[in-house]
Structures are given as structure tokens and as C-alpha cells.
């Protein structure tokens, strides 16, 4: 028995490690289009417009199409609005910040998730969390140098609220999944996300030589197929095991960062960033630990009431 279960959880672990390559190559490639003067609003419509397809044929492969029934429409409503303006700080970021500097800015979105959590869900909250918390925002000063001038206030400030726009979007999901599957939720964020995008792209539309429309289409499969990747790797491996390998990005982002732009990261980046990732796999085991708790003192609570 255990090594079916060690399988599922190594396929988990590599789905999520290439929808995370996916994500940072979408990354990139923003960047890249912005520099070859494609607009924000462009970059943002044909990254949903090119994504829905892709949603549609994984839910006709898998739950089918009539997944995409929902009771819950303003529960969608309200996650789209929050993931556009999220959308529109995560590529601001990519766009004002190098690479590396942008991903791990994202990586303070479990600091976030724990702050959110303890406020808005009431959850317990304990010192050890609060720690990380306060550690976590230790290593974003040393990353951003405040005051020092060597790193862009503005992309700063977008890159926080980025973090923090994706912890509310990560609550909001926690409740919407109560009643709706991940991928019913994906298809009405990338349905609903269209008709404002389209408005808007419509007072950016511009031409465009071939390349840079390839890049705009590239953008919307690549990244749909790594939101994709991520919900998949969710049904095969615990989030505490997942969510470490969303750090690889880091790498990639160095990479692409050299490769693309020539940048390399400031020396204050390598001294910030493992203490932010240290900040969030501290909250992620603590997270983790704190459910195992629950789930065995309910089933203590299970087994007395069978007595």
C-alpha cells in the first residue's frame, strides 16, 4: 500500500514543479512583451482569453463540461474581481522589478495568508506563526533596502500588495471550494475575467509584429496550463508537501532574469529570500501540523461517539 501512495505523491511533487517552470516562464515572457510594447491590458486579456480553452478541454476530459454549473455567482463575482486587481499587481511587479527581485516579493504571500487568517477567519494563531511572520517581513527589508535607492519603491509596493491580494484570493478560494471544485472556480474566474478585460483592451489594442502576438498567445496557454498543473498536483499530494516546490521559481526567475535581461540578482536578494522562504515553510509546517491536530481530535471525537 505504501508504494502506490509514494507514487501519487512524487507525480503531486512533479506536476507542481512544472506548473511552477510553467508560471515563471509566463513570468518572463511578460516582462519580454512589455519591453517589445505590448500594454498591461493586452498582456492580461490574452492571458485569460488563451487560458479558457484549455479550461474548457480539461474539465470535458475529466469532471465534463456540465462541471461548470454553479448556485454560487457572486462568489465568483467577487473572486474575479479580486483576481484581476490581483493580476494586475502580480504583472506590475514583473514590469517595475528584475525578475528574481518580483518572485520573491510573491513568496511573502503565506506571511500574508497567516496575518488575513487570524483576522478575517478567527483561526488560532500561535506565537511560533507570528515569529515567522515578523521574520518573513525581516528579510523583505533586507531585500528592498528601503531608503537606499537600489531598489524601486513603487515595484516594491506593488509586489507587497501583489502578496497580499493573492493571500485574500487564497480565502476566498478556501470558501468557495467548500461547495465548488477547483476547476468549476478556474473557468468562471477566466469566463467572468473577459467582458472588463475586452472593454479595456479595446483602448489598448495596438498592432504588433509576429513575435510579440506569439508571445500574447504564449502567455495565456503557458500560464493556463500551469494553473492547471497546480490544481492537478493538489489531487496527489498534501499542500504541505506541494507548496515547497513553488520556491524552484526563484531559480527559474534568476534564470530567465540573466538569460532575457541580462540581470542578476543584488546581493541583498540572496541574503532576504531564504529568510522569507524559511518565513513561509515555517507557517506551511505549522499550517500542516495544526490540521493533523484537528483531524485527530475529531476522529478521537468520532471513535467515543461509536462507543
Known sequence: ??????????????????????????????????????????????RQLCALPLVLGWLALGQGVGAVRTQRIGAHLLRTGVGLLGMVATFGAL??????????????????????????????????????????????????????????????????????LIAVISILLRQIGRTESAGTTVFWFSLLSLPPLGIVYLFFAQPHDSLTWTILVAIGLIGGTGQLALTGALRYAPVSAAVPMDYSSLLWATLYGWLFFGVWPTSYTWIGAPIIIGSGLTIAWREHRRQRLASRSAASVTQRAEL
Not at 111 to 121: M, S
Open 1 to 46: 500500500m505504501n508504494a502506490p501512495a509514494t507514487d501519487r505523491v512524487l507525480k503531486g511533487l512533479a506536476l507542481r514543479l512544472f506548473a511552477i517552470l510553467c508560471l515563471a516562464t509566463m513570468s518572463a515572457l511578460v516582462k519580454l512583451v512589455e519591453a517589445r510594447g505590448a500594454a498591461l491590458p493586452e498582456t492580461m486579456f490574452f
Open 95 to 164: 514590469i517595475l522589478l528584475p525578475l528574481a527581485e518580483a518572485t520573491t516579493l510573491s513568496f511573502t504571500v503565506p506571511i500574508f495568508a497567516t496575518i488575513l487568517g487570524a483576522l478575517v477567519l478567527k483561526e488560532p494563531t500561535g506565537w511560533p506563526r507570528w515569529t515567522a511572520v515578523l521574520v518573513g517581513f525581516g528579510g523583505v527589508l533586507i531585500v528592498a533596502q528601503p531608503g537606499s535607492g537600489h531598489f524601486p519603491l513603487v515595484g516594491a509596493l506593488v509586489g507587497l500588495t501583489s502578496a497580499f
